[in-house]
């Protein structure tokens, strides 16, 4: 039994429903951030991060700091190009325009490769516009929250470590990392970008960001200062590598309580990565077999691009998102109405990621199949369809 006080049981995108030991380690008393406890405490996170990661590479570094995955963006955008040089964004929804304009306040000149709604890029599409100019990043968004697309990580940096071996490979992992797999060394990407409260599940308010020796070195070859204080990687970086090494040290205060929570998440997740993944899996493939009974179509049409975390799903013509959700909630269950702006008031979301997928024995992903079932006929009754 779960020691939280009865509340709906949140099935979106993030953030996600906390396990109790997680919620519970935030529950520390206060400390120093230069304490030796919590200097262990933060050291062993950034190592398990590693973990996380599939990462061994001592040259590759992460960064946990105070923020939301957006602060990932900026990270990227103020450290690893400048002013004038070329980044292509890989656009699969919302977030591949909101990651392309970050870039572009930063002075970036942006190239957007926009895929159809509810698809992914053809390696000969990417091959193309990789081509026609020098990149200094490519952006990929692994899972676009937006649209439930899962993005061929690996496919994509193998191909542009044949065409352009000098672009920077950076991956938006927000909606991804802790459900779908990601492997930084063996696939060989530059930065993997995500957040604590999707499938990681932390409670929002920390910025995660791998970074490979490659992606170090390009910001330690800037021929201009970065246009940041508090993203830039020249004031972070000795901090992770101070506290990995077991040494105190200071430029702004982390918050004590998540990194003890984040520290929890990540043990339980890296006992087994593999199992995690495959559990995800599993459970993504009931919830769209389920759906597909009710009628439901996918905005990801085609398997091999469908997130295994959430899944988005067009709605009944004639119903609309607020015909739905409160229905669900009146059984107890939150889903996420559209966020896509062209499509937004035809489909919902259903995230299905962390705790809620790991432990069966909480019913969270059965009662959300009773619970639309029931919704929908409600809707439709209500509708006359």
């Given at each position: 039994?779960?020691?939280?006080?009865?509340?709906?049981?949140?099935?979106?995108?993030?953030?996600?429903?906390?396990?109790?030991?997680?919620?519970?380690?935030?529950?520390?008393?206060?400390?120093?951030?230069?304490?030796?406890?919590?200097?262990?405490?933060?050291?062993?996170?950034?190592?398990?991060?590693?973990?996380?990661?599939?990462?061994?590479?001592?040259?590759?570094?992460?960064?946990?700091?105070?923020?939301?995955?957006?602060?990932?963006?900026?990270?990227?955008?103020?450290?690893?190009?400048?002013?004038?040089?070329?980044?292509?964004?890989?656009?699969?929804?919302?977030?591949?325009?909101?990651?392309?304009?970050?870039?572009?306040?930063?002075?970036?000149?942006?190239?957007?490769?926009?895929?159809?709604?509810?698809?992914?890029?053809s390696p000969e599409e990417v091959e193309q516009a990789l081509k026609q100019k020098q990149y200094k990043l490519?952006?990929?968004?692994?899972?676009?929250?937006?649209?439930?697309?899962?993005?061929?990580?690996?496919?994509?940096?193998?191909?542009?470590?044949?065409v352009s071996p000098d672009t920077l490979v950076i991956v938006d992992g927000v909606c991804s990392v802790g459900?779908?797999?990601?492997?930084?060394?063996?696939?060989?990407?530059?930065?993997?970008?995500?957040?604590?409260?999707?499938?990681?599940?932390?409670?929002?308010?920390?910025?995660?960001?791998?970074?490979?020796?490659?992606?170090?070195?390009?910001?330690?070859?800037?021929?201009?200062?970065?246009?940041?204080?508090?993203?830039?990687?020249?004031?972070?970086?000795?901090?992770?590598?101070?506290?990995?090494?077991n040494k105190p040290s200071y430029f702004a205060t982390p918050p004590t309580q998540l990194v003890h929570a984040?520290?929890?998440?990540?043990?339980?997740?890296?006992?087994?990565?593999?199992?995690?993944?495959?559990?995800?899996?599993?459970?993504?493939?009931?919830?769209?077999?389920?759906?597909?009974?009710?009628?439901?179509?996918?905005?990801?049409?085609?398997?091999?691009?469908?997130?295994?975390?959430?899944?988005?799903?067009?709605?009944?013509?004639?119903?609309?998102?607020?015909?739905?959700?409160?229905?669900?909630?009146?059984?107890?269950?939150?889903?996420?109405?559209?966020?896509?702006?062209?499509?937004?008031?035809?489909?919902?979301?259903?995230?299905?990621?962390?705790?809620?997928?790991?432990?069966?024995?909480?019913?969270?992903?059965?009662?959300?199949?009773?619970?639309?079932?029931?919704?929908?006929?409600?809707?439709?009754?209500?509708?006359?369809?």
């Amino acid at each position: 039994m779960s020691a939280q006080a009865p509340h709906n049981t949140l099935l979106i995108p993030g953030p996600i429903e906390f396990d109790d030991a997680v919620l519970q380690s935030m529950s520390h008393y206060a400390e120093s951030h230069v304490a030796p406890g919590f200097v262990k405490v933060f050291g062993e996170t950034l190592t398990l991060v590693r973990k996380l990661f599939q990462s061994t590479d001592p040259a590759a570094q992460p960064f946990i700091i105070a923020g939301s995955g957006t602060l990932g963006w900026d990270i990227v955008s103020a450290n690893l190009i400048e002013r004038g040089e070329n980044a292509l964004v890989l656009n699969t929804g919302y977030f591949g325009d909101s990651f392309g304009q970050c870039l572009e306040t930063y002075g970036a000149n942006v190239t957007q490769l926009k895929s159809a709604i509810g698809e992914r890029h053809s390696p000969e599409e990417v091959e193309q516009a990789l081509k026609q100019k020098q990149y200094k990043l490519i952006t990929l968004t692994h899972v676009d929250t937006s649209t439930g697309v899962l993005a061929d990580i690996k496919g994509i940096t193998q191909l542009v470590r044949r065409v352009s071996p000098d672009t920077l490979v950076i991956v938006d992992g927000v909606c991804s990392v802790g459900s779908e797999e990601i492997a930084f060394d063996e696939w060989d990407l530059d930065v993997v970008l995500t957040a604590s409260q999707k499938a990681i599940g932390c409670p929002p308010g920390l910025s995660i960001v791998m970074t490979s020796a490659r992606a170090i070195k390009a910001f330690e070859s800037r021929k201009t200062p970065a246009g940041a204080y508090y993203a830039s990687i020249a004031n972070w970086l000795p901090i992770m590598r101070n506290y990995e090494n077991n040494k105190p040290s200071y430029f702004a205060t982390p918050p004590t309580q998540l990194v003890h929570a984040l520290h929890t998440t990540l043990t339980q997740i890296t006992g087994n990565v593999a199992a995690r993944f495959a559990v995800h899996a599993e459970v993504s493939n009931k919830v769209k077999a389920a759906a597909a009974e009710l009628g439901l179509k996918q905005l990801a049409s085609r398997p091999e691009a469908q997130a295994h975390g959430m899944t988005a799903l067009y709605l009944p013509e004639g119903l609309s998102p607020p015909d739905v959700l409160p229905g669900l909630l009146k059984r107890g269950v939150i889903f996420a109405a559209g966020l896509h702006k062209e499509i937004a008031t035809k489909y919902i979301r259903f995230g299905h990621m962390g705790v809620s997928v790991t432990e069966s024995k909480r019913g969270d992903i059965e009662k959300a199949l009773v619970a639309l079932k029931e919704a929908l006929a409600e809707a439709k009754q209500a509708k006359g369809l």
